[in-house]
């Protein structure tokens, strides 16, 4: 929403003082965050193994792109990102993986709001 106010100084009615532009770009006090969920599959899968991310994202406006991450312990490692649905990404199984691996995704809308999934998992056989 774009919404510009101004004050026109009339020399006719002999009002003297500044004129005052405000601008204000923005998409509104009611826009929301984008909300994403996120699927795997395989859901088991060997070290080196191929496996695909999928999520589902939302917003009230537009969702720009979903980021996909790795949740590594002590952090995350950022895999990739896809701007166009349905929101896709391959990747492979890190061949050090022992037990399970989680991964997240992140969707962001053209405000820059960003709302993420719940993680999910896949086990490593």
């Known amino acids: 929403m774009i919404r510009t106010r101004a004050c026109i100084a009339l020399a006719a009615a002999a009002l003297v003082g500044g004129c005052r532009v ?3 770009i923005g ?3 009611d826009d929301d965050p984008p909300s994403v969920s996120l699927a795997v599959s395989p ?3 060997s070290r080196g193994e191929t ?3 999928v999520a589902a994202a939302a917003d009230d406006y537009r969702v720009v792109e979903v980021e996909f991450y790795r949740l590594d312990f002590g952090g995350s490692t ?3 990102r896809d701007g166009s649905a349905p929101y896709a990404l391959d990747t492979v199984v890190p061949a050090g993986a022992g037990g399970e691996v989680r991964y ?4 962001i809308d053209d405000a820059r709001q960003t709302g993420e999934s719940q ?3 896949v086990i490593v056989r």
Do not use: M, Q, W
């Open 119 to 121: 993680p999910v998992s």
């Open 22 to 24: 405000d601008t204000f």
């Open 78 to 80: 950022f895999l990739g």
């Open 104 to 107: 997240l995704a992140r969707a």
């Open 51 to 53: 496996i695909g991310l």
């Open 43 to 45: 859901s088991t899968a």
């Open 27 to 29: 998409i509104g006090p």
